[in-house]
DNA sequence: TCGTTTTATCGCAATATTACGATTTAATAT
DNA sequence: ATATTAAATCGTAATATTGCGATAAAACGA
């Protein structure tokens, strides 16, 4: 065993889960944190300021790219990455109405 | 390897990462919305309304519980779980902060 | 007390994630 | 053409997660 069964869950659950998965590292924390900051980057600059080897970097930007939420285009010889606003509001949306059914029903 | 080097990251981007990770299951989710449908539940209806095993449910339910947004009190013979709304709001407002960053800065 | 019910925990197997060095790929510069 | 730079991918090792059956623990009822 160890395969999650995404099956027999909702659509929605999936999501939800998805996006969280995304967020569920810290490195992929601070690559969002890194974007907004910067607003657009060369993984370079990212190199500078995360503790990781430059594949691993690579693999969490892929890991964010999977789900849409970051977008890379070819800039010269290197990459420029931002988020993508409007996948990332899609899938927010879906969280911020867990969090708000959750306040709702528990602290009226 | 393959150990988080959690250590090299902020206290808030190991948080807004933990509460992630306890999200990024359909399963948990699926916990989470059924807690705030019934307000309350024992884990017998949790049996009943998700396609997993007794032990497996109970795991979801400990780490959920690890991080503190649920919480479980022992009534009779059963248990008793509800979402800690202390916990939730002061884990989640982070996370909103992070989509607010965001969108701050993408979508103006 | 003995069985029942309810939940937690243990032990294990399958799979996924994390990380890194080495290599590849692609664009650019010399 | 060749070297350089930037980023992706491959291969591999360590560790974590997911899932379940079996078993333990705790409270209750007969």
């Given at each position: 065993?160890?395969?999650s069964k995404s099956l027999?869950?909702?659509e929605e659950q999936n999501r939800l889960a998805g996006l969280?998965?995304?967020?569920?590292?810290?490195?992929?924390?601070?690559i969002l944190?890194?974007?907004?900051k910067n607003h657009t980057c060369m993984v370079g600059g990212l190199m500078e300021s995360l503790p990781l080897s430059q594949s691993t970097i690579s693999q969490h930007l892929k890991?964010?790219?999977?789900?849409?939420?970051?977008r890379g285009e070819i800039e010269?010889?290197?990459?420029?990455?931002?988020?993508?606003?409007?996948k990332w509001k899609e899938l927010t949306e879906a969280l911020?109405?867990?969090i708000?059914?959750?306040?709702?029903?528990?602290?009226?």
């Open positions: 065993m160890g395969s027999y869950f909702s969280s998965k995304a967020l569920s590292h810290p490195a992929r924390i601070a944190q890194y974007l907004v890991e964010l790219r999977s789900i849409g939420i970051v010269g010889s290197s990459v420029c990455y931002c988020i993508d606003e409007e911020q109405g867990l708000f059914d959750v306040n709702k029903t528990c602290c009226p």
